[in-house]
């Protein structure tokens, strides 16, 4: 059974780069059809799909985000890695990393880690 879990620093200062990893076990990041995706949820807002890494290596972005974002993957760890840039307190919300079929926002669907909270403040 596929397992993913959230990590990095839950406080990030407004204008810096918020970067979180998501370390996978039970599958490998490079194998099958899935995409690895990273969401978010605003405090009071629904869930915004941000970007993916498919088990091919290409990636994608969901436009309203894409200049400020960067996803990278580790093979060797089986790991897929965020880069938010220039953050600011709206980007403040639970991260999450998630495993699906296709690229989507929706509990329903796929295999999703517990999340992270993130709050950007001074």
């Known amino acids: 059974q596929v397992q993913l879990q959230e990590s990095g620093p839950g406080l990030v200062k407004p204008s810096q780069t918020l970067s979180l990893t998501c370390t996978v076990s039970?599958?490998?990041?490079?194998?099958?059809?899935?995409?690895w995706s990273w969401i978010r949820q605003p405090p009071g807002k629904g869930l915004e799909w941000m970007g993916a890494?498919?088990?091919?290596?290409?990636?994608y972005y969901n436009p309203s985000l894409k200049s400020r974002t960067s996803i990278s993957r580790d093979t060797s760890k089986n790991e897929f890695t965020l880069q938010l840039r220039s953050v600011t307190p709206e980007d403040t919300g639970v991260y999450y990393c998630?495993?699906?079929?296709?690229?989507?926002?929706?509990?329903?669907?796929?295999?999703w880690g517990q999340g992270t909270q993130v709050t950007v403040s001074s």
């Open positions: 998630v495993r699906d079929w296709t690229m989507r926002a929706d509990r329903a669907f796929g295999s």
């Open positions: 039970g599958d490998s990041i490079t194998t099958g059809a899935y995409y």
């Open positions: 890494t498919a088990y091919s290596g290409s990636t």
